[in-house]
């Protein structure tokens, strides 16, 4: 055996292989015979059938580890490997055998690297066969196809000498037409970590467990009491319903011993969805959302796994740190957003989750740092930043990992996490070969990192920020392994951060000029914070007039966070417009509040009063503004007997008000007017409203004149109403005449009955002559009809 791990691609022959391929052989002695006869073949062929002879690179066999358990064995233990075969040449492999082998001691971490950057390469040593009696034959294997295998060896018989990580491969050996004798044709190597005792010193860990998603809110809510939120969509759902990501996130890390990381964002959105919410319909319509027992559902199991465990609170929307030190510090204000993310952070998370939440803690992209990203960092009260080893490198001299605390001076503490542990998960992990290798390889790393002193260390390990399923899946399970382990104790990041340093350790931050390039490609540019601040401006204004500030602010405060959040990094046109989103939609409700557009007003006289409206489509009433009427021109139309004239204006949600205003001609004309809002503390709001007003100055002859006839009316109608009093007068004594000559005049000839005798003293007959002295009537009978057209009344 020894024999055999000299030299490269050879494996000893088993005496029932040997027969096997003996009788083979002789079956083909005829043949070999004629070869013999044959010109000399080249040296590449001329080796005998036993000689393997390796394949360069990865061979046409690809091999697949599935599986590998335990994965931290211990004495007694049983290892089983599982995985499968794909010949993936264009020959027919035959006369195959899958078998495992143990490679020499990996005492150093870079050792562990190098195995695993060339793990699938033959031409590198093998190691030892653990023998013929754990292999599994594969009689023939052709193009395309694979075939699973299982082998299972007892850890007694891997020959597993002193503590450490051990190459552990599996290969397949066999031969092809093209090449017939046997050589290793595929191999797969990975780690075995070995520690059956109590190690005398376990390494602290810290694992950080991130629940952190996209921006899902948008800055818009319902005109309801409740305010309805709106979502841009409904991803997030997806994400916490059943089998999601970060429902698995918490299934997976509920069990563990980690630190949780959390974006309140992220809680805030997933409470807003445990009651009404919307998300975009067709057009510009919205519908309302459907997974409020999957958002409460969701939170109550956060609330049970995070119970007992220590919480860091990111700032509200995860702020992009780096970005906002490299690009936004120069725009006025863009530090105010992370303190006030940093503020509403626990406020977000303890009520939520019922816990106490701690918000000491900085964590940028990937954990690189350099000064201004440490300045930023701690701007905003945080006091230890959450650094990576593959940035803040140590010097050359130090010969093992040293604790994660370094204390960088201002009372600031970067808490280092370790490169390779920490981007162990990364890739795709959807296949379980990827899984079961990066598993492999951190728990790997974790005990030859133990292994490099007798002195105890805090160790951090933080994962990317948005694990998938599947890496949370491969996370979980090399974690409880590790936990299980003998070499390793779990340790929450606080008693890390506070973990006495390594004196031989670097503390000078990285210069700016060491900031992956990689990483600054993708920060969120300069125009970013710009925006941002525009919008602040318009907010800042907007605010001061409502009498509820908190509608909006609110809302609006929350969506400018999430705008330099971290996961916008590698989406520049989404998140432009998403900012654009929450500033049009302020625009929209500023707009509401304006002045109504007035064509051009005629002023008649010296004097008068002009309107002004100002409506208001809110559901709150806005106060504390003031409307400025000005005149362009004074010396002809003067307001409030000047220039200008203010006056408060204090409008109900979903009213208008009328604003008069006093003004006075100098001259006749036009003149222009301008009607504008402002703020109380003198800002303009809104749009202005500009019109014009033609002013008709009337002369005293022209009032004389008008008064002339006013009089004049006024006596015609006096003349007429004496007129027609004094004919009623005449009227009804003519009446009373005329009656009192039928009373005492005779009676009438054709009432029968009766007779009657002329009184002395009575008034003429009918039928005598008309006297002279009888005057004559002054009007004519009135009718009973209407009075034609055109009558002519006499005065």
Do not use: C
């Amino acid at each position: 055996m020894a024999e055999a791990a000299d030299f490269q691609g050879t494996h000893p022959s088993p005496a029932r292989r040997w027969l096997r391929r003996t009788g083979a052989l002789l079956t083909g002695a005829p043949l070999l015979a004629g070869l013999m006869q044959l010109p000399a073949a080249s040296p590449a062929n001329a080796a005998a059938p036993g000689a393997s002879q390796a394949v360069s690179g990865a061979g046409p066999v690809s091999v697949s580890v599935n599986s590998l358990t335990p994965g931290a064995p211990g004495e007694g233990d049983t290892v089983t490997v599982s995985g499968t075969v794909t010949n993936k040449g264009k020959q027919i492999v035959t006369d195959a055998h899958v078998d495992l082998r143990v490679g020499p001691l990996l005492d150093t971490r870079s050792g562990i690297d190098t195995v695993a950057r060339n793990s699938d390469d033959v031409r590198n040593p093998l190691g030892t066969e653990v023998g013929d009696k754990y292999a599994e034959e594969v009689p023939e294997l052709t193009p395309g196809v694979s075939r699973p295998f299982t082998l299972s060896v007892p850890v007694d018989e891997l020959d597993l000498g002193k503590d450490g990580v051990y190459q552990l491969a599996v290969s397949l050996a066999g031969q092809t037409s093209a090449q017939p004798w046997e050589q290793t044709l595929g191999v797969q190597r990975t780690f075995l970590p070995w520690q059956p005792e109590e190690a005398d010193t376990r390494t602290k860990t810290t694992f950080l467990w991130p629940l952190v998603s996209t921006v899902h809110m948008t800055a818009e809510t319902g005109s309801d009491e409740q305010q309805t939120p709106v979502f841009h969509d409904d991803e997030l759902a997806k994400e916490i319903s059943p089998g999601g990501r970060l429902d698995r996130m918490v299934a997976l890390g509920r069990d563990l011993d980690v630190t949780w990381v959390i974006d309140p964002d992220l809680l805030a959105s997933v409470e807003a969805m445990t009651d009404r919410y919307e998300i975009p319909g067709t057009g510009d319509d919205t519908i309302v959302g459907g997974h409020q027992s999957v958002a409460k559902r969701w939170l109550t199991e956060v609330q049970n796994a995070v119970a007992d465990k220590e919480v860091v609170a990111l700032p509200f929307g995860d702020p992009d740190l780096a970005s906002l030190a490299h690009s936004g510090t120069s725009v006025t204000g863009s530090l105010s957003h992370l303190k006030e993310a940093t503020d509403v952070a626990s406020r977000t998370v303890d009520p939520i989750l019922h816990v106490k939440s701690t918000t000491d803690f900085a964590w940028p992209v990937d954990g690189a740092v350099d000064p201004s990203i440490v300045k930023v960092a701690t701007s905003a009260g945080a006091d230890k930043v959450i650094a990576r080893s593959d940035t803040f490198e140590e010097s050359d001299g130090l010969s093992y990992t040293p604790s994660a605390p370094r204390p960088i001076g201002g009372g600031t503490t970067a808490v280092v996490a370790d490169a390779r542990l920490s981007t162990a998960f990364q890739g795709d992990m959807t296949k379980a070969s990827s899984a079961t290798l990066a598993a492999q390889r951190f728990l790997a790393q974790s005990l030859t990192l133990g292994l490099q002193t007798s002195q105890q260390r805090s160790v951090v390990v933080a994962p990317q920020r948005t694990p998938t399923a599947s890496q949370a899946r491969t996370m979980a399970e090399a974690l409880q392994i590790l936990q299980d382990g003998s070499w390793s104790e779990p340790q929450d990041l606080t008693s890390a951060a506070k973990a006495k340093p390594d004196p031989a350790a670097t503390t000078k931050v990285p210069s700016a000029s060491s900031y992956p390039s990689s990483l600054r490609k993708r920060e969120l540019p300069r125009s970013t914070f710009e925006q941002i601040a525009r919008t602040q401006a318009k907010l800042d204004k907007f605010e001061v007039i409502l009498s509820d500030q908190s509608r909006v602010v609110t809302p609006f405060g929350r969506a400018l966070n999430r705008g330099m959040s971290v996961s916008w990094r590698g989406r520049q046109s989404e998140a432009a417009i998403y900012r654009s989103g929450v500033e049009a939609y302020l625009d929209t409700l500023i707009s509401q509040v304006r002045l109504i557009d007035k064509s051009e007003t005629k002023l008649s006289g010296r004097s008068a009063t002009i309107p002004v409206t100002v409506q208001n489509n809110l559901v709150q009433a806005v106060d504390h503004l003031v409307l400025r009427l000005s005149s362009t021109n004074p010396t002809r139309l003067e307001i409030g007997g000047d220039a200008y004239e203010e006056q408060p204006v204090a409008v109900s949600g979903g009213h208008s008000q009328s604003v008069k205003f006093t003004t006075s001609a100098n001259a006749n004309g036009r003149a222009t007017v301008v009607a504008q809002l402002y703020t109380q503390d003198g800002q303009k709001y809104g749009e202005a409203v500009t019109f014009d007003v033609r002013v008709t100055e009337i002369t005293a002859t022209v009032m004389l004149v008008i008064g002339g006839g006013v009089l004049l009316l006024v006596l015609a109608g006096f003349r007429m109403y004496t007129q027609r009093k004094r004919a009623a007068a005449r009227e009804a004594e003519e009446q009373d005449h005329e009656a009192g000559e039928d009373i005492d005049g005779p009676q009438n000839p054709e009432a029968p009955g009766e007779r009657l005798t002329e009184q002395p003293g009575t008034g003429p007959r009918p039928d005598d002559p008309e006297q002279p002295s009888d005057p004559a009537p002054d009007t004519a009978p009135e009718g009973a009809g209407p009075s034609g057209t055109g009558e002519r009344v006499d005065r």
